[in-house]
């Protein structure tokens, strides 16, 4: 059996200008996403409630400005990709605003650049037997490579404030070599991907109680919660989404050029 899950998407203005090519695609191609509920939380200083309504026509849907309450500031230098803080506050989004807000059993991310493209029955119920904490699409590395490293640090440091990492060993997973640009392992990216809710809470949990206000111990929100569910036992399931309608595009020019090409197909 499927469970009950809510969408959740967060737009900015790079975001909203995205998902204005593909919400198009999930109507058409993921109807079933308009009989569950949805959240979009957003920068409210970027964009505006009715502004996001404009795009993302939903019978169910919920918006909620992000960061509330203001005044939180989001790690970064913009040194790099990793060091962004428009970034990182959108991530941190998703764990927060998916822990308060949501009130189904699971949650669905789906990043404002992946088109649908087909299959409606693209969830798998034999996915949910072992309740798992994540089910996404599978991958083969972490970047920045420290970023599993560092987790490692965070929870060992933090076990008096947070006692669940008692008992828990740390996951030392390191690159092979110092001067590699990735960490090679298992491990998932959530572009599209159902997470629990109550995992999601002991998530923004962890991240309350040890880190600044409303961010998360790294700046990657499956990388962190990739991390709480495999140094706590949760289980993880993996999966081609792609090969279940979804595929997910990197650039503006190809999420238009994508975007159409789903819209063109029946």
């Known amino acids: 059996m499927i469970p009950d899950y809510t969408t959740v998407v967060g737009l900015d203005r790079k975001h909203l200008v995205q ?17 569950r509920p949805m959240i979009v939380f957003y920068d409210y200083q970027q964009v505006n409630e009715d502004e996001i309504r ?21 790690k970064g230098d913009n040194t790099s990709k990793w060091d962004n803080p428009q970034r990182n506050k959108m991530l941190c989004g998703f764990v927060y605003v998916a822990a308060k807000h949501v009130k189904t059993r699971y949650w669905l991310k789906i990043d ?28 083969a590395f972490t970047k920045p490579p420290n970023q599993m490293d560092l987790l ?8 008096n404030k947070f006692p669940v990492f008692g008992g828990t060993e740390p996951l030392n997973l390191h690159p092979k070599s110092p001067e590699s640009s990735r960490l090679r392992h298992r491990r998932i990216i959530s572009w599209c991907g159902l997470f629990h809710t109550n995992f999601t809470r002991l998530c923004a949990a962890a991240a309350t109680v ?13 990388g962190f919660m990739f991390y709480m569910a495999k140094r706590l036992g949760f289980p993880i399931v993996t999966a081609d989404l792609k090969k ?3 595929s997910h595009w990197s650039t503006m020019k190809n999420v238009v050029k994508y975007s159409q090409r789903a819209m063109e197909n029946e």
Not at 114 to 134: E, H, K, L, N
Not at 152 to 159: G, K, L, P, T, Y
């Open 152 to 159: 490692d640090q965070w929870a060992e440091q933090n076990q």
């Open 19 to 35: 998902i204005g090519h593909t919400w198009p695609t999930w109507q058409r191609h993921k109807p079933a996403i308009l009989q």
């Open 244 to 246: 279940r309608g979804w």
């Open 54 to 74: 404009e795009v993302v026509k939903h019978p169910q849907l919920t918006t909620v400005p992000w960061p509330f309450p203001p005044g939180a500031q989001f």
């Open 210 to 222: 040890t880190c600044e206000p409303l961010n998360m111990p790294c700046p990657s929100q499956d």
């Open 112 to 139: 404002c650049d992946v088109v649908a493209t087909g299959r409606d029955d693209w969830i798998d119920p034999a996915w949910f037997v072992d309740s798992p904490a994540i089910v996404a699409h599978r991958w």
